[in-house]
Structure formats: C-alpha cells, structure tokens
C-alpha cells in the first residue's frame, strides 16, 4: 500500500473522500493533515476550535499533523510554510496526498504544480462528481454535519449553524452549489461511518466577520471569479462557534 497524507478540512467532502480513501487498498492513508490560525487556534476559514478538530481525528482513529500560520498571511509566507511542511512529508516518505476538491480547475492546477516540486501525486476522489450526488451520497452514507461558516455575500446568518439535511439543500438559493464547493459554506462532521463515536458540542455564537485586503492584489487569499474581466472578493464570513462538550 502506498503511504498517504490527507489535506483534512474537517469538513463534509473531506470526510466523504477520506471514506472513499479508506475503501481503496492500493493506498494506506495514514495521517491527517490541518492548516490552522495560530492566533485564535481554530481551523483556516472553517473558524473551527483546536480542541474540536482534534477529537473529530481522534474518532477518525488517525494521527493530525497542523500546519500553523498567522491571522493575517498573504499568499507568499503561506507557500513557503506550506513547502516546509511538504519537505518534511517527503522526508518521512509520503508520496500521495488526497483532497476534497470537486471540479474547481485552477485550484486543483495550483495544488499539483506544488505537490509536483516536492515529488508528491495528488489524489481526487471525488473530482469531477456531481456535487448533487455527492451531497445524496455523504447523507445516505450517515455522515453528519453542521454549517461552521457561510459567506455572507451570498448566505444570511440563518444558514450557519445549521445542519446538512434534505431541507438544508432545499433551501439553499439556485446560485449557491449544494456542496459549497466555491466556498458558499464550510462545514463541520461530527459523526459518520469511518467514525469511531460522535463529537459532542454544544452551539456557541453567530458571528459577522470581515476580513481587510492587501494592498498587494496577489497576496489576497478570498478571491472568487464571478466574472472573467474582473476580481472580486469575498471578505465578509457568518461563523458559528461550536463548543466542545
């Protein structure tokens, strides 16, 4: 079997492409891997506490490695981070990373132009899959999961903290992809097959979160393309702090 890392978000597609992973026999996914705020010790984007995401890997049954970075990184300290963390994969012979990501092209583009200087393969389980399917096939499964953070440009306050059920995807407005797969939302899961028990939480508060642009256009880390001419950004997140029991 070949030695595998997992980019782990602590979200529902990560959770359904570790699943997928697991089943797979050519590959031994043997560690978790977590990028982190050192300052406010919660999960990148998803807002999520530490102590939370590390009793979800403990229930996983598999080893977290986190990679810290500050509050406010730009796009160059947070690929020399990511290079040093790579290098020392490598060092301990991983040869395979796994992730999450459905169909955005350039994403995938960027990780493997890195995974490829550091001779490491990227692995998508779920790429390419219809993000209706996806979603039917995480419930069907018997995973479960919480909204942790929605963006407010498209979602109001009432779709954080909320759970991922039929409704759920019932209510999400037509523009907005039922997996969230161009960051509309992140999640977290607290119980699934591959889970040795549930996480318990209790929810904490809703809160309204923007974030401030570099002055440097290329070190601005929430970009989204809503037209080919032209940049925009999303700099404004609803979180929903979960607390751990």
């Keep these: 079997m070949k030695k595998t890392y997992f980019n782990w978000s602590s979200g529902k597609d990560s959770a359904l492409a570790l699943y997928k992973m697991q089943q797979n026999t050519d590959y031994d996914v043997s560690l978790l891997v977590t990028t982190v705020n050192e300052d406010y010790k919660r999960v990148s984007m998803h807002g999520l506490r530490e102590e939370l995401l590390e009793k979800q890997t403990a229930s996983l049954e598999l080893p977290l ?7 406010n990184v730009t796009m160059d300290s947070y690929s020399k981070t990511m290079k040093i963390a790579m290098d020392s994969l490598v060092e301990k012979e991983y040869k395979h990373a796994v992730f999450g990501d459905i169909f955005l092209e350039d994403l995938k583009e960027y990780r493997d132009s890195k995974l490829k200087e550091v001779g490491v393969k990227g692995l998508y389980p779920l790429w390419k899959k219809d993000t209706k399917e996806i979603i ?15 963006n407010a ?24 992809d039922v997996c969230g797969e161009n960051g509309e939302f992140h999640t977290f899961v607290f119980d699934g097959p591959n889970f040795s028990k549930p996480v318990d939480f209790t929810i ?13 256009d290329d070190d601005n880390c929430h970009q989204s393309k809503d037209k080919v001419e ?9 979180y929903c702090d979960l607390i751990s029991k």
Aim: glycine content about 6%.
């Design 230 to 238: 032209e940049k925009n950004y999303d700099t404004s997140f609803w």
């Design 153 to 176: 440009k498209l979602l109001g306050e009432e779709f954080v903290g909320r759970i991922i059920d039929e409704q759920f995807i019932k209510d999400l407005p037509e523009n907005v």
């Design 65 to 71: 490695y986190k990679i810290s970075f500050p509050a």
């Design 136 to 150: 039917t096939e995480f419930l069907e499964l018997g995973f479960k999961a919480i909204t942790v953070c929605v």
């Design 204 to 216: 904490g508060e809703k809160t309204l979160r923007s974030y401030t642009l570099h002055d440097n």
